[in-house]
């Protein structure tokens, strides 16, 4: 039987571990230097989403995503961790506004639900937040969001199952190299383990196991200082009624994340955290979003923190995925992407035919070696 090593659990490696799994023809072995789902996809903002997604190809790849999730939400019965509940949207600045009403006609004209609505209307979908009167909003009602943690090891428990192996708490330290192919993985602890094929689904950590094969994989590096790859996220508690859906006002991103409980983001926050930011800078920043929470949704006002979260986004130089194999460098795949809880199961999908013997003609586009700012072409 052929081995599949792949290097991380996260929303990208569990997919994966679950589709090849499910195949029962070869030997799937997961690895995670920690938990699975225990890596960005854990504190990620995980909204499911083609909203942004340009051009149309990219689109078109995040809304059969979105399908992807659907059917995969119901071999699962009802998970708690798929909640396609919606996305409310509203905006103040004229640009801004110009902008949103554009968006919802492009993404009309491309057959996506998308709508501008009144504030009454907004207000009757959400009553428990606050939407200023003269704002422009908009509702798009097939968006919603993944809990990344719980729909991991949901996908690992379910690829054991079908007799993935999973090995978690130990770093795969190198890939190993025999007459220009990758072989398989040696781990901190020495073992090393034998594959036809290793897939690096490492998520931002990609580029430090990569680079001793001379691979500059084009990601945006998290050590720089004002790299937007560092972000916050904060859950907060005690937040009853909270609203249902996805929100995002002018500062600040909201959804819920379990019975009274609020996960928050916002970008111009994220602009001031890196790597080496200390508790007392992410605690600071931490109280701004619960301010801010306060003023978008009322019964906020009163809720606490309860976990503020520095975390990487991996994000490639030009925003798209990073798939597939990589020239001169066989025996190992690449599956390394921003959006990857929206995109991981077709992604997944997708992946799966190439390592079965199949080219995917949507994934060729994704290559990790095309040409593309900070990679040899
Ligand atoms: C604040 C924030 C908001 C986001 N919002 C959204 C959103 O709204 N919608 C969306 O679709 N996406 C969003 N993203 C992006 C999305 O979360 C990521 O693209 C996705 O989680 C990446 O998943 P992954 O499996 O590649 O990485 P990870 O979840 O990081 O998994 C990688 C795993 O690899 C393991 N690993 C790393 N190196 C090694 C090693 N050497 N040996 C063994 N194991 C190793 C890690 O422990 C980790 O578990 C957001 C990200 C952030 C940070």
Same mark, same amino acid.
């Given at each position: 039987?052929?081995?599949?090593?792949?290097?991380?659990?996260?929303?990208?490696?569990?997919?994966?571990?679950?589709?090849?799994?499910?195949?029962?023809?070869?030997?799937?072995?997961?690895?995670?230097?920690?938990?699975?789902?225990?890596?960005?996809?854990?504190?990620?903002?995980?909204?499911?989403?083609?909203?942004?997604?340009?051009?149309?190809?990219?689109?078109?790849?995040?809304?059969?995503?979105?399908?992807?999730?659907?059917?995969?939400?119901?071999?699962?019965?009802?998970?708690?961790?798929?909640?396609?509940?919606?996305?409310?949207?509203?905006?103040?600045?004229?640009?801004?506004?110009? !902008?949103? *009403?554009?968006?919802? /006609?492009?993404?009309? #004209?491309? +057959?996506?639900? &998308?709508?501008?609505?009144?504030?009454? $209307? =907004?207000?009757?979908?959400?009553?428990?937040?606050?939407?200023?009167?003269?704002? !422009?909003? *908009?509702?798009?009602? /097939?968006?919603?969001? #993944?809990? +990344?943690?719980? &729909?991991?090891?949901?996908?690992?428990? $379910? =690829?054991?199952?079908?007799?993935?192996?999973?090995?978690?708490?130990?770093?795969?330290?190198?890939?190993?190299?025999?007459?220009?192919?990758?072989?398989?993985?040696?781990? &901190?602890?020495?073992?090393?383990?034998?594959?036809?094929?290793?897939?690096?689904?490492?998520?931002?950590?990609?580029?430090?196991?990569?680079?001793?094969?001379?691979?500059?994989?084009?990601?945006?590096?998290?050590?720089?200082?004002?790299?937007?790859?560092?972000?916050?996220?904060?859950?907060?508690?005690?937040?009853?009624?909270?609203?249902?859906?996805?929100?995002?006002?002018?500062?600040?991103?909201?959804?819920?994340?379990?019975?009274?409980?609020?996960?928050?983001?916002?970008?111009?926050?994220?602009?001031?955290?890196?790597?080496?930011?200390?508790?007392?800078?992410?605690?600071?920043?931490?109280?701004?979003?619960?301010?801010?929470?306060?003023?978008?949704?009322?019964?906020?006002?009163?809720?606490?923190?309860?976990?503020?979260?520095?975390?990487?986004?991996?994000?490639?130089?030009?925003?798209?995925?990073?798939?597939?194999?990589?020239?001169?460098?066989?025996?190992?795949?690449?599956?390394?992407?921003?959006?990857?809880?929206?995109?991981?199961?077709?992604?997944?999908?997708?992946?799966?035919?190439?390592?079965?013997?199949?080219?995917?003609?949507?994934?060729?586009?994704?290559?990790?070696?095309?040409?593309?700012?900070?990679?040899?072409?």
């Amino acid at each position: 039987m052929s081995r599949i090593v792949i290097v991380g659990a996260g929303i990208v490696g569990a997919a994966l571990a679950d589709q090849l799994a499910a195949r029962r023809d070869g030997d799937v072995v997961l690895i995670d230097r920690s938990q699975p789902g225990w890596g960005t996809s854990r504190t990620s903002f995980g909204w499911l989403n083609a909203n942004e997604k340009q051009p149309r190809a990219y689109f078109d790849l995040s809304v059969e995503a979105m399908r992807d999730w659907r059917r995969l939400a119901r071999e699962f019965g009802t998970p708690s961790w798929y909640q396609p509940v919606g996305n409310l949207a509203w905006v103040r600045s004229p640009q801004a506004r110009e !902008e949103l *009403a554009k968006r919802v /006609d492009r993404l009309q #004209a491309w +057959g996506y639900g &998308a709508e501008l609505v009144t504030a009454s $209307r =907004a207000r009757g979908l959400e009553p428990n937040v606050t939407i200023p009167s003269d704002a !422009e909003i *908009a509702f798009f009602p /097939d968006e919603g969001y #993944a809990s +990344g943690c719980q &729909a991991v090891q949901a996908l690992v428990q $379910r =690829a054991m199952s079908f007799g993935a192996r999973l090995i978690t708490g130990v770093d795969v330290s190198e890939l190993v190299v025999s007459r220009s192919r990758v072989t398989g993985v040696r781990l &901190a602890n020495e073992e090393r383990i034998a594959a036809e094929m290793v897939v690096c689904c490492a998520g931002w950590r990609s580029p430090e196991l990569l680079a001793p094969l001379g691979i500059d994989l084009p990601l945006i590096p998290a050590s720089t200082r004002g790299s937007p790859a560092p972000c916050l996220t904060v859950t907060i508690e005690g937040v009853t009624p909270r609203p249902d859906r996805v929100i995002h006002a002018p500062e600040l991103d909201l959804r819920p994340t379990g019975k009274n409980r609020l996960l928050l983001e916002a970008n111009d926050v994220d602009v001031h955290v890196d790597i080496t930011s200390g508790d007392n800078h992410l605690d600071d920043r931490a109280q701004k979003l619960l301010t801010r929470a306060g003023m978008v949704v009322p019964a906020a006002i009163s809720a606490t923190i309860v976990e503020a979260s520095l975390c990487v986004r991996p994000l490639p130089l030009d925003g798209y995925p990073l798939v597939g194999p990589v020239s001169d460098h066989h025996g190992l795949y690449i599956a390394v992407t921003h959006s990857g809880i929206t995109l991981a199961p077709i992604l997944a999908r997708h992946i799966t035919l190439e390592l079965l013997g199949t080219e995917s003609p949507i994934l060729r586009q994704y290559r990790p070696d095309r040409a593309l700012p900070g990679i040899p072409v």
